[in-house]
C-alpha cells in the first residue's frame, strides 16, 4: 500500500472518531475494518532473523518513511480506540493477535532510531487514561506494559551482529536511547509503574551493560521529572529506594556498585547511614549482604539492629502475624537478631518496648489497600500490608507483651506509660503524613494517619487521659495543617482526575475532627477550648466551597460545634475573631460581633504569636471598623500606644505573612494612611508588645537571668508544637522528652508547671523517664571560625544562622541549649531567637581570649559591612542578627567586665560584653536603617570617652552621625540641638530647612549647589522643583525633556505622576507589558488614563503591581518606622486604595457613589483630623491627588452624579482649610488654583470664600478683602433668589469673615461691625438652621463682644478714665456754684464741656453694658449649638457672672438662661468653683447656683457627688473648736443638695456618705499598719457599692448623662501600706466591678484642695496644647485627686512610678540603694553634701565668703558628685526603640512642667515632689502645696523659676538643654503665650475660689525649711540673685515688703487675713501669671525664644542654685 493511502488512512482515523452523523455502530465497523487493515500492514513490515533463545531480530522490508506512516498509523488508531472498540470488533473477524502493544514493542527493535521514538510514542498513549479517566483496566494496562517491556530489554538492546563496528556502536546508542526514552516515558505517564520503571533504570547498571552509566540515568530523570510531583531527582530516587533496593539485593548486586551520585551522594559510608532503616530490614535476609553493610556503615551488628528496629521488623512480625509463606524465615530473621542483640548485652522485648512507637509509627506507615475507586494508584515502596495484616500484627505484638509479662489492654496503653511514646508515636505518624508529595502518595497516607486518629479515640478517656490536651491539639492541629495543604493542592492541580482523590481526603480529615470533638464533648470539653476557634476558622471558608462534599462535611461540623454544643463553646465567641455573620447564622441564629476598633487591634497584635487566631480575619474586621470610625475617635485612639504596636506589626510583618493577610495588612496601611501612620509611630513605641509583656510578666516570677532564658525558650518550643508544618512539630516533641528525662528538665518542668493552664497540662505529658545524657560541650574553634561568620558571602542568611546556630549550641555550657539543636535545623526563626542567649552563654565561661576573638570576628564582619561601596553585596539580615546580639547582650549583667578595676557592677558594664567600638557599631545600624540603634550607640560612644576608666578610642564624629540619625527621624528638635541650625556646609542646610519647611531657603541652597559642579544637575534641579512643591512649574520644566528613556528613573517617575496629577493623558507612551521596571507612577498614569480614555490596560493588573512596589519599599524600609521613606510609601498605599476604591464604584449607580463618597468624607475627616504641620507637606499632596483620582469616578457618565461633584468641592475646600491650618497657605493656593483649572464649571462661592482666606493668609490684605467683599455681594443677591440653607450659611460665613477683616485692620468703628455684619450673620445662620454655622456665628459676636467688654473695663478702671470722671464732677460743682447766674458764656462753655463729658462717660459705660450683656447672651448660645468653644466660653460665662453678680441685669439674665438653655455637663469642669460659691443666704446668686449644681448633681452624680461631699465634711476631721462660718455656710447648703438629689436615688447618696466617712476616718487613724479590719476600719466591709464609681477612675463627661456601664466599687482590699510622709499617708487598692486594681492613696491632715486645682488647671492647659498644631503631641502628666474634707483626700496612686530622689539614693535611707553609690561610688554622699552645702551657706551669710568665692566653692562641691541621670535611661530602658522614645517623652515633660510651673509659680520641687515613670520615662510632679509664687515667701526664698538641676539636664543626653528639651520649652511657652486670654479667664475663675488660700499658712512654714534653726540674719535679701531681685514679690498686702517679712507676718496672723486682702493677693497672683505671659522679665519684654532662654539661665545658674535651701538639694 503507497504512502498516499496511509497518509488518507491517518486523516481517516479522527475523522472516523469524531464523526457525529455516523451512529455509534457505524464508527465501531469503520473503526474495526481499519484497524484490520493497518493491523496486516504492522505484520508486514519484518522479517524474524536469527531466532535463539526466544531472542531475536526484524529485518525491514520496506523502506523508512514507509515504516514510519505505518507506526504514525498505528498510534493514531491507538488514540482513536482509547475504549478498545474496534479492535474489539476487528477480533471477531479475524484469529491474529491485534494487541498493538505487542505492535509497538516489535517496533522498539526497529534498526532505526525514528521509528523507535514512534513506538516510544504508542506506547506513550497506551499507557494514558482512556477519556481522560482512570480505570482498573487502565491499571492493569499498564502493569502489562511494564511487564512486556521489561522482558524485551535484552531484546531492545540486541545488536546485528553482521554490522561493522561504526555501525555496532551507532545502533548501540540508538537502542540505549530507546529503551531510556521508554522507561522515561513510563516515568512521566504511569503513575502505576513509575516505580518499577526507576528501578529497571537502576538495574540497567549492572556490569553487563556497558553502554548506560549513573550520569545518563540522571540526564533521563532530569527530563522526566518535570512530569511528576517531585521537585528534584533526587526527590524522585528517594520516593522508590525501597522498591529499588529490594530488587537490588534481590539480584545480589554489590552494595558498593549502587549509584549514590543519582542521591547527591559521594560517601558509601554516609549514604548507607543515612538510609540504614531502609537497606537494613532487606540485607538481614541476606548474609553477604549484611555483611558488606556492616562494613560500609562502620557499625557494629549490635548497633544496626538496635538503631534500625522498627523497619526490620515491619518485614519479620506481619510475617509471623499472619502466618505467610516464609513464616520459618521469618522466624529465623527474628532469632537472628536477637541473638545479635544478646551478644551485645540488649534484650529484645527491653527494646522493643522502648521501641515500641517506632514500631508502631512504621506499621501504620505500611498499611495499604489496593483501592478499587483510585486505580491509577501506585503501589507504596515495600513493604506494605493490608489493614486486616496490620490489625493482626499489632495483635501478634500485643500477645508477645502479655507473654512476658507487660500488661496492657492495647499497645497504646503499654505505649501511654513509656515516657513521652505516645506523642512521639504521633508525630512521627504525622510527620510522614506532611511529606506525601503526589496526591495518591497523600492519600495512602492519610488513610494511615486517620487509622491512627481512630485507634486513640477509644483511648483518650482512659489509658491517655492524662495526653489529652496534647493529642487533641496536636491531632486538631495536624488535620488543619493537611487541610490548608489539600485546598491549596486543589485550587492550584493541574490535573483536574486528581479533584476526586483530594476531595475525599478533604472530607476525611474533617470527619477524623468531626468524630474527635464528638468523643471530647462527651469526656472534657474544656480540653477543646484551645482548638474550637482555630478549628472554626479553618472550617468556615470551606463551608463555602464550591465542591458539595468539602461544604458538606464542614456544615455538619461547624453545626456539631455551635449548635449541637454551643451551651459548651458560645461563651468562646467573645475571645474569637469576628466570623461571617451570615455563615455563623446558620448555626447560631443570634450570632453578632460588636468589639471596638481598639479591641480588634489588641487582639490582632496578641495573635501575632498565636494560632488561636485568624489574623486575616481580624485585620478584614478592621478595615470595616476603620471605615465607620469617625475622625475624633480614631484620633484618640492614635495617641495611645496601642495603634503604634499595631501599625508597627503591619509593617514589620508585611514581608512574612500569608498572600491574604497581605493584602489586608496593605489595604489596612492605605486607608490609614501616611499622616495618621506617622502621628501613631511618632506616638513612639513607649510600651513593649501585648506578647512581649505577657511573657515579661510569666518571666519575672522565675528568679535568675537562666531561668528566664530556658522559661522563654521553652515556651517558643511549646508553641511550636502547634507548628503548620509537623518537622517542626515532631522535632519539638521529640526535644521536649528528651530535656524532660534530663538532668537539665526536672527544675525546668516544675517552673512550667507553675505557669499552670494549658502550658502545665501539655508538660505533664512528658513524664520523667530514664535519664538522657546531653552531649558534652565541643571545643569554641568552630565557632571561632571566622569562615563561619563570613559565610553569607557564597550562602544565604538562612543557611548562614543555621551553621552559626549549629556551631553555638555545640559549643555552649549550658545542657538545655545544646538541646536545641535539631530545632534550629529546622526552624530558621527559632535560629534567631536562640543565637544571642548562645553567644552570651558561650561569653559566661569567663574566657577572655574567646571574648577578644569574638570581638574581632564581629569587628570584622561590620567593618566590611559598612565599607562596602555596594550595599547589594551585604547581606543586611546577617548585619542585622549581629546587632540583635549585641544588643541582647547590653540586657544581661555582665559581672565580667573590668573586675581588675571596677568594684561595683552597674548597668553600664553591661555595654562592654564585646570590645567593638561603638562608633562602628552606630555607623552599622545606621547602615541597616536602624536609627533608634545608631543614636543610642553613638551616645554610648560619646559616654565611654568620658570615663575616666575608659581606654583611649579612636577619633568620631558623633555630630555627622546624629545628624543623619535624627535627620532621617524628622526630629527637629534634637537636630538643633545637635547644631544643624548653625552648620554651613550644604547637607546640613538642606537637612536643616527641610525638617523647618522654609522651601524657600531649600531652593535657594539648591541654586548654590547648581552653580557649582554637580554629578548630576538636572536630578537637582527637579528635587528642588518638587520638594518645594511646585508642580506647575515641575511640569512646565518636564514637559522640554523630550523622550523618556533618556532620563533616569526618579526623573521618569516624576514625570508621569505630573501627568497623571495634570490629567494629561496624551503626553507619555505606555507600556504593553508589566516588567519589574516600571514605576509606581507610571502605573498609576496608565491606571488614571484606562479610567478616563478606556484603555485595553487591565485596571487590576496595574493596582498589583503598585501594592507590589509598596510591599518591597515597606520591606526596605521596616527598620524606618518614622521617615521620609516610611511616609512616601504610605502615601503611595493610600493613593492605591482610593484607585481601587474608584474603579470599584466607576460605572456603577449613583446610589452606590453616593455611598462611596460618604465612605471618603469620613477618610478625609480622619486623615485631617491627624494631619500636623509637620507632616501637612506630604500628606496634603497625598490628600489632593486622592481627590484627582476619585474624580475620574465621575468621568465618562451622562451628566455625572451630583454627589460626587459636590464632594469634590467640598473636599477641595477642606484640604486648602486644612493647609492653612497647618500653616501652608502656599498648599492652599495650589490646591484652589489646580481645582479652578481641572474643574472651572464646578467653581463656586465656596471656593471663593476659601480663596480670600488663603489670600489672607499670605498677608495680602487688599486682596482679600475685594474677594470677600464679591462674595458677599453676591451671596447677598444668591440668598434672595434661592433662600436655601446653603446660600445663607455662606452668606453667614462671609459676613463673619469679612467682619474679622475689618477688626484686624480696624477700617470700621466696632457698632458699624458689630450692626453691619456679625449680627446679620447671626441672622443668617438662625434662617439657615444649621448648628455649625450657628455656633460659629454666636462664637464669632461672643469674642467681639467679649474684647470689647474687656477693653471698656480696663479703659474704666484706667486713670484716663477716672481722671474723666473727675473733670466731670469738678464740672458738676463748677456748674452749681454757677447755677446763679443765668446766662453766661462761661456758664454756656462749661455746660456744654459737661454735656459732652456726661455723653462719653454715659456712651463708654452703656458700651460696656450691652457689651457684657452680649457676650454673656451669645456665649451661652455658642455652647447651647456646639461643643467646639466651651472650653472657653464657659470659662467666660462664669468670670462675667462672677465679676457683675452684683449687677440686677446680670443677675437677670444667668436666672433666664441658666441651667435651662446649656447642658449641665458642660458646667462640670468648674464645679469646684461653682459649689465653692455657695452659702445659705438666699440671693439670686445662690439660686441659680443652687439649681445648676442641683440640674447637674441629678444629671452627672459621679462628678458632682464628691464635691459635695467634701463641703459637707469639711470640718469633719478639724482639730479646731472653732469652725469658720462660710465652711458651716457651705455644708449646709451642700447637705440639702445632697438630700435633694438623694429623692431621685437614695442609695446613691448612701453609699458615698459610708464611703466618705470611711475614707476620712482611714485618712486620720494613726494605729493602721499594714492590714485594714473590719474593727479599725470600715471600708473593707463595704462590699459591691453598685450605684458608687471608683473615685479615682477617669471618667469623662457625658452628654447622653449615661454611665451605667462605669465601674463601680466592688470591694476594698485588706493589705495596705503606709507611705512617706509627717500625715502617713495610706496605700489601698480599691477592686472594680471591672476587675481592675485601682491603688489610691489616703491622706488625712493636709488639704489637698489646691493639689486638685492644680491638677484641674493642668487638665486644662492640656486641652490648650492638644489644640494647638505645634504642641498637639504635648500632654502634662495628671492624676486625679478627690479631696473629702479640708484635711483629708483621695489620690490616684502614680503607678509604675519612683520618686527622682528615691532612684538617686537622695537620704541616708535609700542612698546604698540608689544610683549615686552605684555609678558613683567613691562621690560624695548626697547628704554629706548637704551638709557641706549648710556649712557655705552659714559661711556666705556671715560674709567669710564673697560672692565669687561662694559660688566657686559651690562648684567643688557638685563636681564631687557628677551627674548620673542619664544611666537611669540606660538601665531601665534597654531597646533601642524604647530608650529613644523613653528620653524624648522625658525631655518633653520636663519642658512641660518647667514651663507650666514658671507661668504658675509651683515652687518646692525637691526630689521627692518629682517622680519618675518607669514605662514612659516622663516626669510626673506631685504636692503642689506651694503655687502662684509662694516659694518666694519662704524664709530662704525659692528663686530659680524651676528645677533644672544637674542630673535632670544629664538626663537630657549629650546635647543638654539645647536639644529636644529648649525647643519643647519654646513651643510650650508659646502655646500659653499665645492663649493668655484663655488661661487668664481660667485662672480669674479658679484664683476666686473663696476656699483656696493664696499665702502660705503657719502651719506650712511650720513644715517647710524646718532645718532654719536661728532666724535670718539682716543680709537675707543676698540670698536672692540680683537679676531676680525685680521678681522676688510678696504676696501680702504691701507689695513693697521683703519675702521674709511677709513670711514672718503670714506666720503670725494667718488666721486673721481679711475677705479683701485676700482678693488682694489674688489679684496679685493673676498679675504675676499675666506679666509671665506677657514675656515681661527685669522690665523688659522679651520673645519667646529669649524669654525661654533667659529662664534657663536662671535655673541652671550656680549663683543662684547655691542660696537654695538645703533641702531642695540644688547639687542633685
Not at 882 to 894: A, G, S, V
Not at 1599 to 1610: E, L
Request: proline share 3%.
Amino acid at each position: 500500500m503507497g504512502k498516499s493511502c496511509l497518509q488518507l488512512i491517518n486523516k481517516l482515523i479522527p475523522q472516523i472518531s469524531l464523526s457525529t452523523s455516523l451512529s455509534a455502530q457505524e464508527r465501531d465497523d469503520l473503526g474495526s475494518k481499519l484497524f484490520m487493515i493497518v493491523n496486516g500492514l504492522v505484520l508486514q513490515l519484518y522479517e524474524k532473523t536469527d531466532e535463539e533463545d526466544g531472542s531475536y531480530t526484524l529485518f525491514p522490508l520496506f523502506g523508512v518513511e514507509y515504516r514510519l506512516t505505518v507506526i504514525e498509523c498505528l498510534t493514531q488508531l491507538i488514540q482513536a480506540d482509547r475504549t478498545e472498540n474496534w479492535r474489539r470488533e476487528a477480533g471477531r473477524h479475524t484469529a491474529i493477535s491485534l494487541d498493538p502493544l505487542e505492535y509497538a514493542i516489535k517496533t522498539l527493535r526497529d534498526r532505526d532510531y525514528r521509528v523507535r521514538r514512534k513506538a516510544v510514542q504508542a506506547i506513550r498513549v497506551i499507557l494514558q487514561h482512556p477519556d481522560g479517566k482512570p480505570s482498573e483496566n487502565l491499571r492493569q494496562k499498564q502493569e502489562k506494559v511494564f511487564d512486556k517491556i521489561y522482558k524485551n530489554i535484552h531484546s531492545i538492546l540486541n545488536i546485528n551482529s553482521n554490522a561493522s563496528d561504526l555501525e555496532r556502536s551507532d545502533e548501540e546508542q540508538t537502542c540505549t536511547a530507546t529503551l531510556l526514552s521508554l522507561f522515561q516515558t513510563i516515568i512521566m505517564h504511569s503513575t502505576v509503574c513509575r516505580r518499577k520503571a526507576v528501578c529497571a533504570l537502576f538495574l540497567c547498571l549492572d556490569e553487563s551493560n556497558q553502554h548506560i552509566s549513573s550520569s545518563l540515568i540522571r540526564k533521563v530523570l532530569e527530563g522526566a521529572v518535570s512530569q511528576t510531583p517531585y521537585n528534584s531527582v533526587v526527590e524522585l530516587c528517594e520516593s522508590s529506594l525501597g522498591y529499588v533496593a529490594k530488587e537490588w539485593i534481590a539480584l545480589n548486586f554489590k552494595l558498593t556498585q549502587f549509584p549514590i551520585d543519582l542521591f547527591n551522594e559521594s560517601d558509601l559510608q554516609n549514604f548507607y547511614k543515612k538510609n540504614m532503616q531502609v537497606f537494613a530490614s532487606l540485607a538481614i535476609g541476606s548474609d553477604a549482604v549484611w555483611a558488606e553493610l556492616v562494613q560500609l556503615s562502620d557499625l557494629t551488628e549490635q548497633e544496626i539492629i538496635s538503631g534500625q528496629l522498627p523497619s526490620i521488623l515491619l518485614n519479620i512480625l506481619p510475617q509471623l502475624a499472619n502466618s505467610a509463606d516464609n513464616y520459618r524465615q521469618s522466624k529465623t530473621l527474628f532469632e537472628k537478631c536477637t541473638n545479635i542483640l544478646a551478644a551485645g548485652g540488649v534484650q529484645m522485648l527491653g527494646l522493643l518496648k522502648d521501641k515500641l512507637a517506632e514500631i508502631l509509627a512504621a506499621l501504620y506507615s505500611a498499611v495499604w489497600d489496593s483501592p478499587k475507586e483510585y486505580p491509577s494508584e501506585p503501589e507504596p515502596c515495600p513493604p506494605h500490608y493490608s489493614s486486616s495484616e496490620v490489625s493482626a500484627t499489632n495483635t501478634y505484638l500485643l500477645k508477645m507483651f502479655h507473654k512476658k509479662g507487660v500488661t496492657g489492654t492495647s499497645l497504646l496503653a503499654i505505649l501511654s506509660a513509656i515516657p513521652s511514646s505516645v506523642s512521639r508515636l504521633h508525630f512521627k505518624v504525622a510527620h510522614w503524613l506532611a511529606s506525601g508529595r503526589h496526591v495518591h502518595d497523600i492519600r495512602q497516607r492519610s488513610n494511615a494517619y486517620l487509622r491512627f486518629v481512630a485507634a486513640v479515640l477509644p483511648e483518650l478517656g482512659s489509658t491517655l487521659q492524662d495526653h489529652q490536651l496534647l493529642l487533641v491539639e496536636t491531632i486538631i492541629s495536624v488535620n488543619l495543617n493537611t487541610l490548608s495543604r489539600l485546598t491549596n493542592q486543589l485550587q492550584t492541580t493541574s490535573s483536574p482526575d486528581h479533584n476526586p482523590a483530594i476531595v475525599s481526603i478533604i472530607c476525611s480529615h474533617i470527619k477524623a475532627c468531626h468524630a474527635l470533638v464528638d468523643h471530647m464533648v462527651s469526656l472534657n470539653y474544656e480540653v477543646l477550648s484551645s482548638v474550637v476557634p482555630r478549628l472554626t476558622y479553618s472550617l468556615i471558608p470551606l463551608s463555602n466551597s464550591s465542591e458539595t462534599d468539602i461544604s458538606n462535611a464542614a456544615h455538619k461540623l461547624l453545626s456539631s460545634i455551635w449548635t449541637g454544643h454551643a451551651d459548651k463553646f458560645e461563651g468562646l465567641l467573645e475571645v474569637m475573631e469576628p466570623l461571617p455573620v451570615s455563615t455563623m447564622r446558620q448555626h447560631i441564629p443570634h450570632y453578632s460581633w460588636s468589639a471596638s476598633l481598639d479591641k480588634l487591634i489588641q487582639m490582632y497584635t496578641e495573635a501575632s504569636h498565636d494560632l488561636s487566631h485568624d489574623r486575616t480575619l481580624l485585620l478584614k474586621a478592621v478595615n470595616r471598623q476603620l471605615v465607620a470610625m469617625d475622625s475624633e475617635s480614631l484620633k484618640l485612639l492614635a495617641s495611645g500606644p496601642l495603634l503604634s504596636q499595631f501599625v508597627s506589626i503591619l509593617i514589620l510583618s508585611v514581608k512574612h505573612c500569608s498572600a491574604n493577610e497581605r493584602s489586608e495588612s496593605l489595604k489596612c496601611l492605605g486607608r490609614l494612611g501616611s499622616s495618621f501612620v506617622t502621628n501613631s509611630l511618632s506616638a513612639s513605641h513607649l510600651q513593649p508588645s501585648l506578647v512581649d509583656q505577657k511573657l515579661s510578666n510569666l518571666t519575672r516570677e522565675y528568679g535568675d537571668e537562666a531561668d528566664q532564658r530556658d522559661f522563654i525558650i521553652l515556651s517558643h518550643v511549646i508553641h511550636y508544637l502547634l507548628h503548620d508544618r509537623e518537622e517542626v512539630m515532631s522535632v519539638c516533641d521529640d526535644l521536649l522528652a528528651k530535656l524532660f528525662c534530663s538532668k537539665a528538665g526536672e527544675s525546668v518542668m516544675q517552673s512550667l508547671l507553675r505557669v499552670g493552664g494549658r502550658t502545665q497540662h501539655l508538660v505533664v505529658s512528658y513524664q520523667v523517664g530514664a535519664k538522657f545524657k546531653v552531649p558534652p560541650a565541643q571545643s569554641t574553634d568552630s565557632l571561632l571560625l571566622l569562615d563561619n561568620w563570613t559565610s553569607y558571602q557564597t550562602s544565604t542568611y538562612k543557611e548562614w544562622v543555621v551553621l552559626v546556630t549549629h556551631h553555638a549550641t555545640s559549643t555552649c555550657k549550658t545542657d538545655i541549649l545544646r538541646l536545641m539543636a535539631p530545632l534550629c535545623a529546622v526552624k530558621e526563626q527559632f535560629c534567631e531567637l536562640l543565637l544571642p542567649f548562645l553567644i552570651h552563654d558561650i561569653l559566661l565561661k569567663g574566657d577572655n581570649s574567646l571574648r577578644v576573638k569574638l570581638s574581632s570576628i564581629f569587628t570584622s564582619v561590620l567593618t566590611d559591612a559598612v565599607s562596602a561601596k555596594d550595599e547589594t553585596s551585604v547581606c543586611q539580615s546577617v548585619v542585622v542578627m549581629m546587632l540583635k546580639i549585641f544588643q541582647f547582650l547590653r540586657t544581661k549583667q555582665n559581672n565580667l567586665y573590668y573586675t581588675e578595676r571596677v568594684k561595683v557592677h552597674t548597668a553600664w558594664h553591661n555595654n562592654f560584653w564585646l570590645n567593638v567600638n561603638y562608633s562602628l557599631l552606630a555607623k552599622t545600624a545606621l547602615f541597616v536603617k536602624d536609627y533608634a540603634m545608631a543614636a543610642l550607640y553613638a551616645e554610648l560612644r560619646i559616654y565611654q570617652s568620658r570615663e575616666a576608666t575608659s581606654p583611649p578610642l579612636p577619633p568620631f564624629n558623633a555630630q555627622s552621625v546624629m545628624i543623619e540619625v535624627y535627620g532621617a527621624l524628622d526630629d527637629i528638635d534634637i537636630l538643633c540641638g545637635w547644631g544643624v541650625s548653625k552648620l554651613e556646609d550644604t547637607k546640613s542646610r538642606l537637612t536643616h530647612y527641610s525638617q523647618e519647611n522654609n522651601w524657600s531657603r531649600e531652593l535657594r541652597v539648591k541654586e548654590l549647589m547648581l552653580s557649582g559642579d554637580v554629578d548630576n544637575p538636572l536630578s537637582v534641579g527637579l528635587e528642588a522643583l518638587q520638594s518645594c512643591d511646585l508642580p506647575h512649574l515641575l511640569d512646565s520644566f518636564l514637559r522640554n525633556i523630550q523622550t523618556v528613556d533618556s532620563i533616569s528613573e526618579e526623573t521618569r517617575e516624576m514625570r508621569y505622576q505630573q501627568a497623571w496629577s495634570s490629567m494629561q493623558w496624551d503626553k507619555l507612551p505606555t507600556v504593553t507589558r508589566l516588567s519589574p521596571h516600571v514605576g509606581f507612577n507610571e502605573c498609576m498614569y496608565m491606571a488614571s488614563k484606562s479610567l478616563v480614555t478606556s484603555t485595553s490596560h487591565s485596571t487590576t493588573s496595574l493596582i498589583e503591581h503598585m501594592k507590589k512596589i509598596c510591599e518591597t519599599s515597606l520591606v526596605d524600609s521596616r527598620r524606618v518606622l518614622n521617615g521620609q521613606h516610611l511616609i512616601s510609601t504610605l502615601a503611595d498605599l493610600e493613593l492605591v486604595q482610593t484607585l481601587e476604591n474608584v474603579v470599584a464604584v466607576r460605572g456603577g449607580s449613583d446610589e452606590n457613589r453616593g455611598l462611596a463618597v460618604i465612605g471618603w468624607k469620613k477618610l478625609d475627616n480622619c486623615q485631617f483630623a491627624l494631619c500636623d504641620s509637620k507632616t501637612g507637606q506630604s500628606s496634603l499632596r497625598t490628600q489632593e491627588l486622592k481627590q484627582i483620582l476619585r474624580s475620574l469616578a465621575g468621568s465618562g457618565s451622562e451628566g455625572g452624579c451630583e454627589t460626587l461633584l459636590k464632594y469634590l468641592v467640598d473636599s477641595t475646600v477642606s484640604l486648602s482649610l486644612k493647609a492653612r491650618e497647618c500653616n501652608l497657605p502656599s498648599t492652599s493656593e495650589m490646591v484652589l488654583t489646580r481645582f479652578k483649572r481641572l474643574y472651572p464649571d464646578l467653581w463656586c462661592v465656596e471656593c471663593d470664600l476659601e480663596s480670600g482666606l488663603v489670600y489672607w493668609a499670605f498677608g495680602e490684605k487688599d486682596r482679600a478683602m475685594y474677594v470677600m467683599k464679591r462674595c458677599l455681594d453676591d451671596l447677598q443677591t444668591l440668598s434672595q433668589e434661592r433662600k436655601d440653607n446653603s446660600s445663607l450659611c455662606f452668606y453667614s460665613r462671609a459676613l463673619r469673615i469679612y467682619g474679622d477683616f475689618l477688626t484686624s485692620t480696624k477700617l470700621e468703628g466696632p457698632d458699624v461691625i458689630t450692626d453691619n455684619y456679625l449680627l446679620p450673620a447671626v441672622k443668617m445662620a438662625e434662617r439657615s438652621r444649621l448648628a455649625n454655622e450657628l455656633e460659629e456665628a454666636y462664637h464669632a459676636v461672643a469674642e467681639f463682644a467679649d474684647n470689647e467688654y474687656e477693653r471698656l473695663r480696663t479703659y474704666m478702671t484706667s486713670s484716663e478714665f477716672e481722671s474723666k470722671l473727675s473733670i466731670h464732677r469738678v464740672q458738676q460743682e463748677q456748674m452749681d456754684e454757677l447755677k446763679t447766674i443765668e446766662s453766661s458764656k462761661y456758664r454756656r462753655n462749661l455746660r456744654s464741656n459737661m454735656e459732652m463729658n456726661e455723653k462719653e462717660i454715659n456712651a463708654t459705660r452703656e458700651a460696656f453694658v450691652t457689651n457684657m450683656q452680649r457676650a454673656l447672651l451669645n456665649h451661652i448660645a455658642t455652647m447651647k449649638n456646639g461643643s467646639k468653644y466651651d472650653l472657653l466660653s464657659i470659662f467666660r460665662v462664669v468670670a462675667i457672672w462672677f465679676d457683675n453678680e452684683k449687677r440686677e441685669d446680670i443677675r437677670k439674665l444667668i436666672k433666664e438662661k441658666l441651667p435651662g438653655d446649656l447642658p449641665s455637663h458642660k458646667f462640670l469642669p468648674l464645679m469646684c468653683q461653682l459649689t465653692a460659691r455657695l452659702s445659705d443666704d438666699s440671693s439670686d446668686l445662690q439660686t441659680s447656683l443652687s439649681q445648676l449644681i442641683l440640674v447637674a448633681g441629678k444629671e452627672h452624680p459621679h462628678h458632682v457627688l464628691p464635691i459635695l461631699f467634701a463641703l459637707k465634711c469639711a470640718a469633719t476631721d478639724t482639730s479646731s473648736k472653732h469652725v469658720q462660718k462660710e465652711v458651716e455656710s457651705r455644708a449646709m447648703v451642700a447637705k440639702n443638695l445632697l438630700k435633694e438629689i438623694g429623692q431621685r436615688n437614695a442609695q446613691l447618696i448612701k453609699e458615698y456618705n459610708v464611703l466618705v466617712e470611711s475614707l476620712i476616718n482611714l485618712a486620720n487613724n494613726k494605729d493602721i499598719k499594714t492590714k485594714l479590719q473590719p474593727s479599725n476600719c470600715k471600708l473593707v466591709s463595704l462590699l459591691a457599692l453598685k450605684h458608687t464609681h471608683v473615685l479615682t477612675h477617669s471618667l469623662k463627661p457625658r452628654a447622653s448623662c449615661d454611665y451605667s456601664d462605669v465601674p463601680h466599687v466592688y470591694k476594698y482590699d485588706s493589705q495596705c501600706s503606709i507611705a512617706s510622709g509627717l500625715s502617713k499617708p495610706k496605700i489601698i487598692k480599691c477592686v472594680g466591678s471591672d476587675g481592675k486594681i485601682y491603688k489610691q492613696l489616703c491622706k488625712g491632715k493636709d488639704d489637698t484642695r489646691q493639689d486638685a486645682v492644680m491638677q484641674q488647671v493642668f487638665s486644662l492647659v492640656n486641652e490648650l496644647l492638644h489644640s494647638n498644631q505645634s504642641s498637639s503631641s504635648l500632654t502634662l502628666r495628671t492624676y486625679k485627686v478627690i479631696p473629702l474634707s479640708q484635711r483629708s483626700g483621695l489620690l490616684e496612686w502614680c503607678e509604675g512610678t519612683i520618686p527622682l530622689g528615691a532612684w538617686l539614693g537622695s537620704t541616708d535611707d535609700t542612698y546604698r540603694k540608689g544610683a549615686l553609690c552605684r555609678y558613683q561610688p567613691s562621690g560624695t554622699p548626697p547628704q554629706k553634701a548637704r551638709q557641706e552645702l549648710s556649712v557655705l551657706q552659714d559661711k556666705y551669710v556671715r560674709g567669710s565668703y564673697s560672692r565669687d568665692s561662694f559660688v566657686k566653692a559651690y562648684n567643688d562641691l557638685c563636681r564631687k558628685i557628677p551627674p548620673i541621670f542619664r544611666h537611669y535611661f540606660l538601665e531601665r530602658f534597654t531597646e533601642p526603640e524604647r530608650w529613644l522614645s523613653a528620653r524624648r517623652k522625658y525631655s518633653q515633660s520636663v519642658a512641660l512642667t518647667s514651663m507650666i510651673g514658671y507661668v504658675l509659680g509651683i515652687g518646692d520641687r525637691h526630689t521627692n515632689n518629682i517622680l519618675i515613670d518607669e514605662n514612659s520615662g516622663e516626669l510626673i510632679h506631685i504636692d503642689f502645696g506651694v503655687a502662684f509664687e509662694q516659694g518666694k515667701a519662704l524664709p530662704k526664698p525659692e528663686i530659680v523659676p524651676f528645677r533644672l538641676t544637674r542630673n535632670l539636664v544629664d538626663g537630657f543626653g549629650p546635647t543638654g538643654v539645647n536639644g529636644a528639651f529648649r525647643r519643647c520649652c519654646e513651643k510650650t511657652l508659646k502655646v500659653l503665650r499665645g492663649s493668655g486670654r484663655i488661661i487668664n479667664t481660667i485662672l480669674q475663675v479658679l484664683i476666686d475660689d473663696p476656699i483656696l488660700e493664696w499665702t502660705l499658712s503657719a502651719e506650712q512654714l511650720e513644715r517647710m525649711q524646718t532645718d532654719l534653726r536661728t532666724p535670718l540674719p539682716p543680709g537675707v535679701d543676698s540670698f536672692i540673685h540680683p537679676s531676680l531681685a525685680s521678681q522676688s514679690v510678696t504676696l501680702g498686702t504691701q507689695a513693697n515688703r521683703s519675702a521674709s517679712t511677709a513670711a514672718r507676718e503670714e506666720t503670725a496672723n494667718s488666721n486673721a487675713v481679711a475677705d479683701t486682702n485676700k482678693h488682694q493677693q489674688a489679684a496679685n497672683a493673676l498679675l504675676l501669671v499675666r506679666n509671665k505671659l506677657r514675656g515681661l522679665e527685669q522690665n523688659s519684654y522679651l520673645s519667646v525664644s529669649g524669654q525661654v532662654n533667659y529662664l534657663i539661665q536662671q535655673a541652671v545658674d550656680p549663683a543662684n542654685l547655691a542660696v537654695m535651701y538645703i533641702g531642695w538639694q540644688p547639687y542633685l
